[in-house]
């Protein structure tokens, strides 16, 4: 199976600032269609999770553009370019290149 | 509007069985492969078993390979689960969670969850 690991576990942030999440794989997430087989999603308090990048960069519908995705092969970023108190949350990025789909074990965004 | 809801969660005694809904509304679930995503309370996210469109196709992570099955049924416009011989650590909140159907698998809209609890 496809180990997913991020950093850090918990992140507090400040309002207005930027903020980074990693997340690193064991073997490559990158297809033959060169396409990387990554996605991330955000889990707000008490909710359930949505969708916020996948295939590695590409914003879901409706995300705001102050979210962005970088990376390829084995390490990923999620860069929030301004934070907003409503994005708190915990985030997880999950591969599905193969089965089983893995998910890292989240990162905890919190306002200092 | 795209719309999944869960249902069927319950206190489950070790060894029993239990099938989880997911009622699909806002559009066609066979078009879609879909999903089935759990939650331990307070932990992290865990895939569960994934349905194609089209033929079918299933695939089950290895701790519910033989014990669970996934299926759909068109005319109800929902997705199942069927879980037998539950085990304690079957214990979570369960989300199914629709693909996004682009290469790879991207779940672009999850339900609200249903809780299983295995417990004597």
């Known amino acids: 199976d496809i180990v997913m690991t991020q950093s850090p576990l918990s992140l507090p942030v400040t309002p207005g600032e930027p903020a980074s999440i990693s997340c690193r794989s064991t073997q490559s997430l990158l297809n033959s269609d060169g396409y990387n087989y990554l996605d991330w999603y955000l889990q707000k308090p008490g909710q359930s999770p949505h969708l916020l990048i996948y295939?590695?960069?590409n914003r879901a519908s409706g995300v705001p553009d102050r979210f962005s995705g970088s990376g390829s092969g084995t390490d990923f970023t999620l860069r929030i370019s301004r934070v907003e108190a409503e994005d708190v949350g915990v985030y997880y990025c999950m591969q599905s290149l193969t089965s089983p789909v893995t998910f890292g074990g989240g990162t905890k965004v919190e306002i200092k | 509007e795209v719309h999944l809801l869960e249902s069927g969660g319950a206190l489950v005694q070790p060894g029993g069985s239990l099938r989880l809904s997911c009622a699909a509304s806002g559009f066609t679930l066979s078009s879609f492969d879909m999903n089935w995503v759990r939650q331990v309370p307070g932990k992290g996210l865990e895939w569960v078993s994934h349905i194609t469109s089209g033929d079918g196709k299933t695939f089950y992570t290895d701790s519910v390979k033989g014990r669970f099955t996934i299926s759909r049924d068109i005319a109800t416009n929902s997705l199942y689960l069927q879980m037998n011989s539950l085990r304690a650590e079957d214990t979570a909140i369960y989300f199914c969670?629709?693909?996004?159907?682009?290469?790879?698998?991207?779940?672009?809209?999850w339900g609200q969850g249903t809780l299983v609890t295995v417990s004597s």
């Open positions: 969670a629709k693909d996004k159907g682009i290469d790879g698998w991207s779940f672009d809209c």
């Open positions: 295939l590695a960069s």
